[in-house]
């Protein structure tokens, strides 16, 4: 019996696949339907049109989501080499309506929680799921024929033959696949796809619809899981009673763009295929595929530096047909072409091999959708700003390198941030790799489909980018319940050049930190407001308002500290305490310029900390650390403070914690220690005064402190305790000097470089520098 002997043409499909695709054309050629009908959601039907625009290039994706929640949304994606794809393109070439038969989107969004689209609601019904036991149908007919591999099996007999042959031929296969189906759907029933009976309900009804108009010369495109339902005899009745009382919401459609990487199954897309860049370039290539595709891999391989000729090419294919011969296949399949790259083109590695599969067999390719597509207002402004910036929305990762002193990079830099903002996470900031001033920026961009629903759900907010983010800002600030959500906002705000949002923002900043008794809390925001201070200079953004409220948070910080640090606090607590004076020491740095006696008034605060006993002496060694760096603590004054440290009457715990603060290895404390000897005595008695029981307590602690050092810096400490007392001058005796240096200093010498230095750091020669020396330089 033909797939058209009793009823309408039905052509049932997998979801994305080519050799499916080249059928339903050539099925369609033959049989010169007089409408088609194809699986999606109706409220497409307006879209459909856009399908032949020039500017439609798949893969692209039908975008439904509730109007009154943005989040609320699901995907049809289609690519070039989808069968429902080419039944549209069919359609529209042939001049017969095309329309879409699914269950209505009003509906499937209407049952899903807010944000549970995102993604297609699974129309091939072949996806995993909790609950009950969801049939695979390719995998069960693949097991009954001998495949312990769905994927080969579907391309040993549908992608192999070919370029679909002959209409007959392709009608043949279609009934083929639909008598399978039939008795699947005999034994498993829905399958445990329970929804499916609803979807197929309101497909019969839409057939019945398409039988009054056009009779039965109509073709239905759908999933070949749906063909027994849809040719089954049903009762109109009984289809109306699965339809009735179905819940429903306003709907908006459109199209979006799509990538090659979020067809894949792995991508999390119910109806995903493993290998969409290959079933792209099966599609592509009617003839010779295995040809061309090792071809192509031996242009991406040159492409990064490896050696990779014809001949490689050529032997890549024998072995690949040999592969396919020994194990009984028509064809060399994707498993065979990759086995034959693997052993020819990467010498048997699997790490060119795994860039191949990402590249070629999965692909980024990113489609594109007409200005005509309906959009969302910001969605247009959006798109005008990436042109007019040529920032070009792509599918791979890709670094940009932002210049903050050139116009075109801040504007780029601004609408980046602000996309951030608002939820839409086009680029991530990374470190630069090359300069580190505060001029420069770096991005990593990476277009992924999902951000069409996060600008259409940021439309709320404002009909540009700059609206939208500074209504977003000023909601964001109004509902912040702790001050360090309004510090990271006002600094967001100064990064995306939000200058109107700045006064809500500052205001809720004020009445945060008034009411705000916490100093971790204080200590943790005053940082991001000194940032914020900066950005404002970098960007010619007025942040002086800010200059106010960060100088107030700092004035509270000193104030509150000791205490805050006197009370007993866990090993824990003191280690998150030191990180906030670590930040707080940071942010005075940047505000004592704007701050008249702020930087005094914090070294006050660091010298009630380094000298108060019931400071745990994590927090002590750092804050003498600190002085230290600063010149504000003398070197007697220091070893005194690492004496009382390390006394005896000091626990062995607090002593290392001291010893962690003061020369941890990521503040260069190894350096330190290197060059003052007398430091590194007092460390090197304690540490052989450690009671062996204490010793093993504090191991962690020293080995966290001395493990960090660069691996020179721990060689010549090394060397110096090994020397013992002294080290070096002490290894030689009274009098004497290492190897190479005099056992005192050479006056007359030191002072002829004098002239020298003075030329290098003050600029041109003066007339006291001899001119022999200024010639030298």
């Keep these: 019996m033909s797939p058209r002997a009793q009823g309408p043409l039905l052509l049932?499909?997998?979801?994305?696949?080519?050799?499916?695709?080249?059928?339903?054309?050539?099925?369609?050629?033959?049989?010169?339907?007089?409408a088609v009908l194809v699986e999606g959601p109706p409220e497409g039907d307006a879209l459909i049109a856009l399908a032949a625009d020039p500017?439609?290039?798949?893969?692209?994706?039908?975008?439904?989501?509730?109007?009154?929640?943005?989040?609320?949304?699901?995907?049809?994606?289609?690519?070039?080499?989808s069968p429902e794809w080419v039944a549209i393109r069919w359609a529209q070439e042939a001049g017969v309506p095309v329309r879409f038969i699914d269950l209505p989107a009003a509906h499937s969004l209407a049952g899903a929680g807010a944000g549970a689209g995102a993604g297609d609601p699974d129309p091939d019904g072949d996806a995993d799921a909790a609950g009950p036991v969801r049939v695979d149908p390719l995998a069960v007919l693949a097991e009954t024929a001998g495949y312990d591999d769905p994927e080969r099996w579907w391309e040993d007999v549908v992608e192999h033959r070919g370029a679909g042959g002959?209409?007959?031929?392709?009608?043949?296969?279609?009934?083929?696949?639909?008598?399978?189906?039939?008795?699947?759907?005999?034994?498993?029933?829905?399958?445990?796809?329970?929804?499916?009976l609803v979807r197929e309900a309101y497909m019969r009804q839409r057939m019945r619809a398409?039988?009054?108009e056009f009779g039965d010369a109509y073709a239905v495109v759908c999933g070949a899981w749906h063909v027994p339902a849809l040719r089954a005899k049903t009762i109109v009745a009984a289809d109306k009673a699965l339809l009735t009382g179905l819940p429903k919401v306003k709907v908006e459609t459109t199209w979006v763009p799509w990538t090659h990487r979020r067809l894949a199954r792995a991508g999390g897309y119910g109806a995903g295929i493993t290998s969409p860049g290959w079933y792209a370039h099966l599609f592509a290539a009617r003839d010779r595929p295995v040809e061309r595709w090792l071809t192509k891999v031996a242009g991406l391989l040159r492409q990064e530096d490896r050696q990779v000729s014809s001949a490689h090419v050529i032997e890549a294919v024998r072995l690949a047909d040999t592969l396919a011969a020994m194990r009984g296949r028509p064809l060399p399949g994707l498993t065979e072409t990759l086995e034959a790259v693997r052993a020819v083109m990467c010498d048997g590695s699997d790490i060119p091999l795994a860039l191949i599969e990402d590249r070629l067999v999965v692909g980024d390719v990113l489609g594109e959708v007409p200005d005509a597509a309906p959009v969302v207002p910001l969605q247009r402004d959006l798109t005008r700003q990436q042109r007019s910036l040529r920032l070009k929305a792509e599918a791979q990762d890709r670094e940009l390198e932002l210049d903050l002193r050139k116009d075109t990079d801040t504007a780029k830099s601004l609408l980046l941030h602000r996309l951030r903002l608002l939820g839409i996470e086009w680029g991530t900031p990374t470190a630069s790799r090359g300069s580190t001033g505060t001029f420069r920026e770096t991005w990593r961009l990476r277009w992924e489909p999902e951000l069409s629903v996060r600008v259409a759900e940021a439309g709320i907010w404002g009909t540009t980018v700059l609206?939208?983010?500074?209504?977003?800002?000023?909601?964001?600030?109004?509902?912040?319940?702790?001050?360090?959500?309004?510090?990271?906002?006002?600094?967001?705000?100064?990064?995306?050049?939000?200058?109107?949002?700045l006064p809500a923002v500052l205001r809720a900043l004020a009445d945060r930190a008034a009411l705000d008794t916490d100093v971790a809390r204080l200590a943790k925001a005053l940082p991001a407001l000194a940032r914020s201070l900066r950005y404002g200079d970098v960007r010619g953004t007025d942040a002086a308002a800010l200059g106010t409220v960060a100088a107030g948070l700092a004035e509270r910080i000193c104030v509150a500290l000791p205490p805050a640090c006197s009370v007993g606090l866990d090993a824990e607590a003191a280690a998150e305490l030191r990180g906030h004076v670590d930040g707080v020491h940071g942010a005075v740095a940047l505000l004592s310029d704007a701050q008249e006696g702020l930087r005094e008034r914090w070294s006050a605060v660091l010298r009630t900390l380094a000298g108060r006993d019931a400071v745990p002496g994590l927090i002590r060694g750092r804050a003498a650390r600190l002085l230290l760096d600063e010149g504000r603590l003398p070197a007697e004054e220091t070893a005194r403070l690492m004496g009382l440290a390390l006394s005896p009457a000091a626990s062995p715990a607090d002593a290392a914690g001291w010893i962690e603060g003061f020369a941890g290895g990521s503040s260069g404390g190894g350096t330190l220690l290197v060059h003052d000897e007398r430091l590194l005595g007092l460390i090197d008695a304690w540490l052989v005064g450690v009671p062996e029981r204490a010793f093993t307590d504090v191991l962690p602690l020293l080995r966290r402190t001395f493990g960090a050092y660069e691996p020179g810096v721990k060689r010549t400490l090394g060397e110096l305790v090994r020397r013992g007392p002294g080290g070096a001058a002490a290894a030689a005796g009274p009098g004497s000097a290492p190897e190479g240096f005099a056992p005192e200093l050479d006056q007359d010498r030191a002072d002829a470089v004098v002239a020298l230095v003075r030329l290098l750091l003050a600029g041109p020669p003066s007339e006291t520098v001899a001119p022999e020396v200024a010639a030298l330089v």
């Design 12 to 34: 049932g499909v997998r979801h994305h696949g080519p050799g499916s695709a080249r059928a339903v054309r050539a099925a369609l050629d033959a049989a010169r339907p007089a």
């Design 55 to 81: 500017g439609m290039r798949p893969p692209v994706a039908l975008l439904a989501h509730a109007a009154d929640d943005p989040g609320r949304a699901a995907f049809w994606p289609l690519a070039d080499f």
């Design 166 to 196: 002959a209409g007959q031929s392709a009608l043949g296969a279609f009934e083929a696949l639909g008598e399978a189906m039939g008795a699947l759907r005999e034994t498993y029933g829905d399958g445990g796809h329970a929804r499916d």
């Design 210 to 212: 398409a039988r009054r």
């Design 467 to 501: 609206a939208a983010a500074t209504a977003k800002a000023e909601a964001d600030a109004a509902g912040a319940e702790e001050l360090g959500e309004v510090t990271a906002l006002a600094e967001r705000c100064l990064l995306a050049g939000l200058s109107e949002a």
